[in-house]
């Protein structure tokens, strides 16, 4: 069966400074790939989707980029965090097909 | 603008109070409509996929639903373990899924 990390759980980090959200699903090969941000009240934002190696879209435009340097490995960083980069981040997986599949996500508190 | 829109945003039941929770789409030329359910702190749970309208899927005590413009979200006897956010998503263009705010229910036993 397919599972889907996210590390860290939880993460704070002072404004200006650098951020790195790692994401990997086992289980499947050439999965799509997805990085969401959930805020208070304003539902799951799309930030980046990915449908291979290599491979990025983004959604918003923003102060993250994302990479997917292997297979099933994505990853969201940022150079200099903003306050306004605070909240629930949720990575997701889909076969391509029918629905996406979240992995239990990332609290990150920019102070 | 394609839109997925939730209602309530929040429905307080009694333990074994059927409702329904409201998915409304404006998305053009449908490509599935997904029910997640998200616990508090968790990333969302997949439910359901329809894909046409007139289709039905069921799932313990939860039986989706979906017309032209909306799809529902039935819940019958609720119970405590039922309490959640209940998102739905459709895919928009190019955008894989656009979610709605959710509906937050609670059931009080």
């Known amino acids: 069966s397919q599972t889907i990390h996210q590390w860290p759980a939880t993460l704070v980090q002072p404004v200006g400074s650098p951020l790195s959200l790692e994401c990997t699903v086992e289980g499947t090969s050439n999965p799509n790939l997805y990085w969401y941000r959930q805020a208070a009240g304003r539902g799951l934002q799309l930030l980046f989707y990915s449908v291979g190696i290599g491979q990025i879209s983004s959604e918003v435009p923003q102060n993250l980029s994302a990479s997917r340097p292997q297979d099933r490995q994505f990853i969201l960083s940022s150079k200099k965090l903003l306050l306004s980069d605070s909240g629930f981040y949720l990575c997701?997986?889909?076969?391509?097909?029918?629905?996406?599949?979240f992995g239990p996500g990332t609290r990150l508190t920019v102070t | 603008e394609d839109q997925v829109t939730q209602s309530p945003e929040a429905l307080r039941l009694q333990e074994g109070e059927s409702s329904s929770l409201n998915c409304s789409y404006t998305?053009?030329?449908?490509?599935?409509l997904f029910w997640y359910r998200q616990d508090p702190g968790k990333g969302p749970e997949f439910l359901f996929t329809l894909y046409s309208a007139g289709e039905e899927k069921e799932k313990e005590r939860l039986k989706a639903t979906l017309t032209k413009k909306e799809s529902f979200l039935h819940i019958t006897a609720p119970k405590p373990e039922d309490s959640a956010t209940y998102l739905c998503?459709?895919?928009?263009?190019?955008?894989?899924?656009?979610f709605g705010k959710g509906t937050r229910l609670s059931v009080i036993a």
């Open positions: 997701a997986w889909s076969p391509g097909g029918d629905g996406q599949y």
């Open positions: 998503a459709a895919p928009s263009g190019n955008t894989p899924l656009v």
């Open positions: 998305v053009s030329g449908l490509r599935g």
